[in-house]
């Protein structure tokens, strides 16, 4: 099993084009009472929304854009109502389509410093790749920050190592009159293209960032595990299970805990490929 999960976390690490599922169309639903997911099959996107106006996390390739404005208004919303747009990580896959998206909405986008610096080049973090449409950030955010919209509260964790500034994000939603929490991961997968440790590491520090992201990440304890790849949450089956009438589809996933684990597995396979024996034990005290 947990050689599955580690392909999953694995499969973002194409360099040269992109899974199938990327472009595939799925239909919108809602996660929570103000939670909803407009991605495809394979690239997340979501949207929380309040009376005040709606934030957007993720603009994933620029073809998705049509797409996932279209399930914006099929859930019942306007587009131009998107007032703050918010990023995982400076890949194409999820922020290729930030330009053509902020152009449609009119929304503030909202990043991390140091992803700040690639989106608004239009470049993907060590990545070799034609890049994307660039943008400039509205501004940029900080570890624990909490951005807010209306009755949305988000707080932002930068969980670095995948890029620089990777954001993992959190917050709290009601089902059926209940609260829970949640957290969209922004990625923990080791790329091939990366050297994350040694005398020229894709940055300095990639490897004790890795590390330290996971400890955070395990320092919480979401009700719903969400993130950027629905791969590795378990969208399919949660889908299935919300359409068949489980409205808490979404929570009590078992899954954030074996994404951790084996992501940090993973982290350490590639430590040790790379001349580190250590581990994260010994980077990170």
Known sequence: M???VIALLLTPSMVQGQNSDWTEPIE???????????GTAGLSAYLLTSEEGHILIDAPLQENVPLVLDNIRELGFSPSDVRIQLTSHAHFDHVGGLADMIEATGADLVVSPRDA???QRGADFGLETAGYPSVAPARTISHLETV???GVELTAHLTPGHTPGCTTWSGSVEIAGEPYTF?????LSVLSTYRIVGEEPTYAGQAEDY???VAHLRSLD???FLGAHGSWFGLEEKITALRAGDLRAFVASDRYGSYLDSAEERIEEVLAEQGHSGGCASLVQ
């Open 211 to 213: 590390c330290r992201s």
């Open 28 to 38: 919108p639903f809602g996660i929570a009472d103000d939670l909803h997911y407009v």
């Open 2 to 4: 947990r050689s599955i």
């Open 148 to 150: 807010r919209l209306g």
């Open 117 to 119: 610096e690639y989106i």
């Open 222 to 224: 979401p009700d719903i």
């Open 183 to 187: 957290v969209s991961v922004c990625s």
